[in-house]
């Protein structure tokens, strides 16, 4: 089959995410046939590697054997089961393995199907906490730039206006508070300053504080320093807040460490982790917390003191089994040790892009690497022709705004490496001909 | 191993949706090893009879052969593929015949992962396209004692106060509007003539109407006249508001027609799908569309039009692979007229109930029956009498507080019916006692 035809097929019935349709009328649309590693093959066999893991999921290559084998384990024995009343062996295994290698403190999971949801959760168990000990506090603290997902409750404690804007009558006020300007220690103090001084006014009225611990994925791949995780968790301490922390892109070695969190060694009060859960297979997010929170819950039903929160397929088989797989490999083939290696060569080849009159900043956080382009106007859509190049060129980037990143699966090999980044070179030193 | 020491293990580390845990300090947690067909197995080999479709999610039995040999398929050639500018077989296969057996003039797919997910997309892309062409109207309409789901959007159009009271200061504002009574047609007008009368007054401040149609399932399995359906369709075109109908928990047969809105014959402007779509394997939601709602935001991407949702497995490939399997068994089963001598029977058998003492009222929609229960207080939890009568004899009944209900997969045999039918009745019966 030719792609043209299964195209035009998919442009009469399908309205692609976070997507323009008119765009395709200029912009190639590519059916996907099968994958295998850090490639995706198209129905005319050309390859593209995958350089944003498909939506930052994909940790171990499409269509991994050992993941494969184990979901069919899965399917031969219990596809799904109701998570009320009920349980099955890979939620409860899932569970304890998460929490063993979760920050110190967290010690309940809870299960939802996708990050907005399992953000939900996690805002709506902070705020039902204060209530259920007689203090109702409205407000959530997110940092500017923030981006936490895209259900009406996950998009209020957002601040990218792409996103957020249209939409504003909708969402419960939010308080957004500066995040650090840069990846210098120097730059958190001011932040934390703000911070505590909004606290030392309002604290009665705010259930906690979320944000992604080191990155802010979707918000132009902004980074800052880990000292800055340490400063709001003593601060959330100290006035008697949460700290959420939404490791959903940021979690599963993505950083370097298993969490982004682990850099700074410290344990928040909730944790949210998706995407790479199931190693890019299955929706899956898990909500973690500690006792301390569960325990306001967990008292007679008739004090109407629950958390009634559920979703159809909360708890999932299939995807926790993919889960398990994905951790099984973590602990089978070392994946963090071996990341350093391609963590280096990836800051090295970041240098050269330094050099080029249209980058502005490059900047890395473990295995995810970002170039700021400069030079360009919004309306410019700089980012769509690095795109194009890319494709033209076998590597899937897909550009937030001027911003060429690389957050590719842990499994790549340096070789990879090699062509995805030269091909971003190339694509970017195009643009200045 | 025995269920005792799963069930240890689960306690210390799973924290159950919908429940309030201390429960489990009474009530059974039930660790399932594997299921097949209608029925789940515990790890002491015990069967319950799964009467709820485990959350009315599973349609044709638990590790169904034909499913799983088309998730196995699936696994080895592409687990999953960003749907932003990619796209896959199974998404646009899917995508076309859900479109051929909807509604007329539903024509567009967007892809979520569960049903709150779904919901939240409609009423995003609702509101969206109002303000694309200048106005903005920040109300929607829902019915009294309706539930849409949990993520704060979807939680804001609900009315069940169970799940929404405690969160009301982080909900947008909603409009509720009375639900018929009954499933008699007079009962419809007083109703409509409530609606249009609000509309009159407030139609350009609402963006549309959401509603379960036939039946508010977690509301009770409250049930109304399909006439009710007709004259809504008729007012939202009256005054240009949309018509969202919420067929995650009513689609795929479970009303005896493939989805609830056939049985008035109507078009709604969204349709949300989620549940038994895949079968009961994955969770996967799907939003379809008008082209007149579609070409609102189809224009240069430089005027900012553009719905910029999206969810990182929007799409996945396995979770569409289960759902081309349901359809096939739909299709090559001919399921839907498979039905009518299994809804005969369930109304013969709920007949029966009627005349016992504790029933205030017996209701049934296709393949759905429900029993409401009547001289209880709520503080009694006369349900959890029933579920535990159930699980003693097989049966895996929720009871939604005083209401017993049956939402089977659909293919149950009749035998299976009778077992599902006689349990309840002994649970209830055994209340009188």
Chains 1, 2 share one sequence.
């Not at 799904?80 to 998460?98: K, Q, W």
């Not at 603290?141 to 957002?158: C, D, P, R």
């Not at 006035?239 to 959903?248: C, K």
């Not at 629950?306 to 889960?323: E, I, K, P, V």
Request: overall charge negative; aromatic content about 10%.
């Amino acid at each position: 089959m030719k792609n043209s035809e299964f195209v035009d097929r998919d442009l009469k019935t399908v309205w692609h995410p976070c997507s323009q349709m008119k765009d395709h009328e200029f912009l190639p649309m590519i059916p996907i046939k099968s994958g295998k590693g850090v490639y995706l093959q198209d129905f005319e066999g050309n390859r593209y590697l995958d350089a944003i893991s498909s939506w930052w999921v994909n940790l171990f290559g499409h269509s991994n054997e050992y993941i494969n084998s184990k979901v069919s384990e899965q399917l031969e024995t219990l596809e799904h089961v109701i998570l009320a009343g009920f349980t099955h062996e890979g939620a409860v295994r899932l569970s304890e393995r998460i929490l063993k290698i979760a920050p110190q403190g967290l010690s309940k999971v809870f299960f939802a199907d996708n990050g907005s949801s399992g953000v939900e959760v996690a805002l709506k168990m902070s705020f039902h906490y204060h209530k259920n000990r007689g203090e109702t506090r409205p407000y959530f603290i997110s940092l500017k730039n923030s981006y936490h997902g895209e259900t009406l409750g996950a998009l209020a404690v957002g601040d990218v206006e792409l996103y957020k804007d249209t939409y504003s009558e909708m969402l419960m006020k939010t308080i957004q508070v500066p995040v650090p300007e840069d990846q210098k220690e120097e730059s958190i103090w001011e932040p934390i300053q703000e911070l505590e001084v909004l606290l030392e006014k309002r604290s009665h009225e705010i259930s906690g504080i979320i944000l992604e611990p080191l990155v802010q994925c979707a918000g132009s791949m902004h980074m800052y320093h880990w000292r800055y995780l340490i400063e709001v968790k003593r601060v959330t301490e100290k006035f008697g807040i949460h700290l959420i922390a939404d490791e959903v892109a940021t979690g599963f070695g993505r950083t370097g460490k298993m969490f982004a969190l682990n850099h700074a060694e410290i344990s928040p009060d909730f944790m949210i982790l998706s995407k790479g859960l199931t190693g890019g297979y299955l929706p899956l997010s898990l909500v973690l917390t500690t006792d301390r929170v569960y325990r306001e819950f967990y008292c007679d039903y008739t004090l109407q003191k629950s958390f009634l929160h559920s979703h159809s397929y909360t708890g999932n088989a299939l995807a926790c089994s993919a889960a398990n797989a994905t951790l099984d490999i973590f602990e089978n083939e070392n994946i963090l040790n071996s990341l350093s290696e391609k963590m280096k060569f990836m800051k090295r080849e970041l240098e050269k892009f330094q050099k080029l009159p249209n980058v502005k900043e490059v900047r890395q956080t473990g295995m995810i690497g970002a170039i700021e382009l400069q030079g360009y106007k919004w309306e410019d859509r700089i980012g769509l022709e690095v795109y194009k190049y890319g494709l033209e060129n076998g590597v899937l980037l897909r550009p937030l705004g001027h911003i060429v990143y690389f957050m590719p699966p842990l499994s790549i090999t340096i070789p990879e490496m090699e062509k995805m980044i030269s091909v971003a070179f190339g694509g970017i030193s195009k643009l200045i001909q």
